[in-house]
């Protein structure tokens, strides 16, 4: 049997880090929406217990550093399952990013292969699973839009963000999340947007959405990467509504709400930056 699943990106529309705790992680609070950004992820049974995986670049490894490999493995123990799966998944989304491309392709498996090998676990159970591989799998195991909390991984669904479209501008540098963690001093006196941007969006609020967009994590990349300082600067001039670096970045994404600013927008980014997209935020969760 052969099973095809989308695994797309997430941006942050807000991200607050509230503490450091004692087992290493940080404590965040962020509201977190898909787009129609995807990779392809196809799941078909194997002969034996093999899990092996297949990329169609060759940035990522393959073996059991991979997320998806370690979704299949995950699952395989817990439930003592006698079957081989081959992962092939179709890279669309940029690697190291700031889009959870590695945690929505570990979803998107979580989720094919309760499929594929008859488990009956609900989205909760899945969701707790995912955690056990990374903070964002979570997320993305729910998709649409929803408030994060914990360590990323306490999911509580929202409904979508007013329809408009996203602008993904990514430069060629890899960034890494723990490295930026780590670079963090954190304010604890500053208010949490995450609550407000909630609010903004049960309140199908799109100009308070534009306002409150907000990254804990974006003056440290931004320091640590003058390019993406540019990018956002470039973004905000060229007409988006808003502007905001995603996750620990690099990519930075625009938010319009005007499709005939779109082209406008898109061609401007394109001769300053190699990877750029023009897409939408998906209006219902992924299932
Ligand atoms: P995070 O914010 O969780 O670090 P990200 O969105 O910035 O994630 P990813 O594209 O998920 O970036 O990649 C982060 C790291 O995960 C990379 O170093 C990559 O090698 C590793 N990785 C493991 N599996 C995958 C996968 N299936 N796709 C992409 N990256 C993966």
């Given at each position: 049997m052969?099973?095809?699943?989308?695994a797309?990106?997430?941006?942050?529309l807000s991200?607050?880090v509230?503490?450091?705790?004692e087992d290493g992680?940080?404590?965040?609070?962020m509201?977190?929406?898909q787009v129609?950004?995807?990779?392809?992820?196809e799941?078909q049974?194997q002969?034996?217990?093999?899990?092996?995986?297949?990329m169609?670049s060759?940035?990522v490894p393959?073996?059991?550093?991979?997320?998806a490999?370690?979704?299949?493995a995950?699952?395989?123990?817990?439930?003592t399952?006698?079957?081989?799966?081959?992962i092939?998944i179709?890279k669309?989304?940029?690697?190291a990013a700031g889009?959870a491309?590695?945690s929505s392709?570990a979803a998107?498996v979580?989720?094919?292969?309760?499929i594929?090998?008859?488990?009956?676990l609900?989205?909760e159970?899945?969701?707790?699973?995912?955690?056990?591989?990374?903070s964002?799998?979570s997320?993305c195991?729910?998709?649409g839009t929803?408030?994060?909390?914990?360590?990323?991984?306490i999911?509580q669904p929202l409904?979508?963000p007013?329809?408009?479209?996203v602008?993904?501008?990514?430069p060629?540098?890899?960034?890494?999340t723990?490295d930026?963690?780590?670079?963090?001093?954190?304010d604890q006196?500053?208010?949490?947007c995450s609550?407000?941007?909630?609010?903004?969006?049960e309140e199908?609020?799109?100009?308070?959405?534009?306002?409150?967009?907000s990254?804990?994590?974006e003056?440290?990349?931004?320091?640590m990467?003058?390019?993406v300082?540019?990018?956002?600067?470039?973004m905000?001039k060229?007409?988006?509504d808003?502007?905001?670096m995603s996750?620990?970045?690099p990519t930075?994404?625009?938010l319009i709400?005007?499709?005939a600013?779109?082209?406008?927008v898109y061609?401007?980014l394109r001769?300053f930056?190699?990877?750029?997209?023009?897409?939408?935020?998906?209006?219902?969760?992924n299932t």
């Amino acid at each position: 049997m052969k099973l095809s699943v989308k695994a797309p990106a997430k941006i942050n529309l807000s991200l607050d880090v509230l503490n450091k705790r004692e087992d290493g992680y940080h404590e965040v609070k962020m509201v977190m929406t898909q787009v129609d950004l995807a990779d392809r992820v196809e799941l078909q049974s194997q002969e034996g217990t093999k899990i092996t995986v297949e990329m169609s670049s060759g940035l990522v490894p393959t073996d059991n550093r991979n997320l998806a490999y370690q979704a299949a493995a995950l699952l395989q123990k817990r439930f003592t399952v006698n079957q081989g799966v081959s992962i092939y998944i179709k890279k669309n989304i940029p690697v190291a990013a700031g889009l959870a491309g590695g945690s929505s392709d570990a979803a998107a498996v979580l989720k094919g292969l309760n499929i594929l090998w008859d488990l009956h676990l609900s989205k909760e159970e899945l969701a707790d699973l995912g955690a056990e591989i990374g903070s964002d799998v979570s997320f993305c195991v729910y998709g649409g839009t929803a408030l994060a909390t914990g360590r990323g991984e306490i999911i509580q669904p929202l409904s979508s963000p007013p329809p408009c479209w996203v602008i993904l501008a990514k430069p060629p540098i890899g960034v890494s999340t723990a490295d930026v963690y780590r670079r963090l001093s954190i304010d604890q006196s500053k208010p949490n947007c995450s609550d407000i941007m909630k609010r903004a969006i049960e309140e199908h609020d799109y100009k308070k959405i534009c306002d409150m967009l907000s990254n804990d994590l974006e003056d440290v990349t931004l320091k640590m990467h003058p390019e993406v300082k540019q990018i956002k600067k470039r973004m905000e001039k060229s007409g988006v509504d808003a502007a905001l670096m995603s996750g620990s970045g690099p990519t930075v994404f625009g938010l319009i709400q005007k499709e005939a600013r779109v082209h406008r927008v898109y061609n401007a980014l394109r001769g300053f930056c190699d990877q750029v997209y023009a897409v939408r935020l998906i209006s219902q969760p992924n299932t």
